[in-house]
């Protein structure tokens, strides 16, 4: 494992990086509406991309076909925007974006609520996979260990009666998309490599209504619960420092901003 230190000029990189994605992910957001198309997201993020002068992550990205994912429902990730997807009141979807400025990347991903109505159920099941990506970064200090994040993450999702999916996780970011170390969503605390000030992860549950079996679809992208409850996503790029973590794909200041 050859993890990626970032000097203080890298980490402002990567926060330029991290809020031109935020941007988009607000327009991305804002378009989400019953009635439009999952691919409809698609061209409002490839309008941010071009808007901004930023680079997709995820376009040809192992022949990725879109530079986001969309994922409706049962879809925990990887779900690929199209025409024929129309979103309807009371839907969940995953919305993950990622893209370079500077050379460097940042990637998001977070879980709405289409419309006005949805039930109750969905609704917790959001809330509780945006808190527990919280959890994970308040473990984010110079001294403890991966497994302390992925321990913060699956207490909180098991406490309300979900499943974490172990079958993808976290990871480093950087000059790539994907670096070392993998940061798994769930583990013991006390495990793992201990963090240190530069290092930048993503933190990335997926959480599921039901079992955390996994299932992923012809098209070798799209992974949905093999049980077909509902999942949510929620990431942030969060980058390790003296005074904690900073989340670089958060306009907001966090606890490690300088």
């Known amino acids: 494992m050859r993890i990626k230190y970032k000097s203080v000029d890298e980490l402002l990189k990567l926060r330029d990086a991290g809020l031109a994605v ?7 957001c804002a378009a989400a509406v019953p009635g439009a198309s999952t691919a409809d997201l698609d061209r409002v993020a490839a309008n941010g991309i071009s808007r ?19 994922s409706v429902n049962e879809v925990i990730v990887h779900g690929i925007p199209r025409d024929d997807e129309v979103l309807r009141d009371g839907d969940i979807v995953g919305i993950d ?14 879980t709405i609520v289409v419309g006005g109505q949805t039930s109750p159920e969905r609704q917790k099941l959001v809330d509780t996979t945006r808190e527990s990506l919280e959890k994970g970064i308040e473990k984010c ?27 993808f996780v976290g990871h480093g970011v950087g000059r790539q998309m994907h670096e070392d170390p993998p940061v798994p969503n769930y583990g013991r605390s006390g495990t793992g490599k201990r963090i240190k000030s530069g290092l930048v ?13 996994v299932e992923v679809l012809e098209d070798e992208w799209t992974a949905v619960t093999q049980d077909r409850s509902m999942s949510a996503h929620f990431e942030h790029t969060i980058a390790i420092t003296d005074n904690g973590p900073w989340v ?8 490690g901003s300088p």
């Open 22 to 28: 935020s941007e988009i992910l607000d327009d991305i």
């Open 201 to 213: 992860i993503a933190i990335e549950p997926m959480v599921n209504a039901g079992a955390r079996d």
């Open 97 to 110: 974006f990622g893209s370079f400025m500077h050379g460097f990347c940042g990637d998001s991903a977070r």
């Open 248 to 255: 670089l794909t958060q306009a907001a200041p966090s606890p």
């Open 141 to 167: 200090y110079p001294g403890n260990r991966l497994g302390d994040i992925g321990e913060a993450v699956q207490l909180w999702a098991e406490a309300q009666g979900y499943s974490v999916v172990k079958d």
């Open 52 to 70: 901004l002068k930023v680079k997709s992550a995820f376009l040809g990205y192992q022949g990725y076909p879109a530079v986001l994912c969309t």
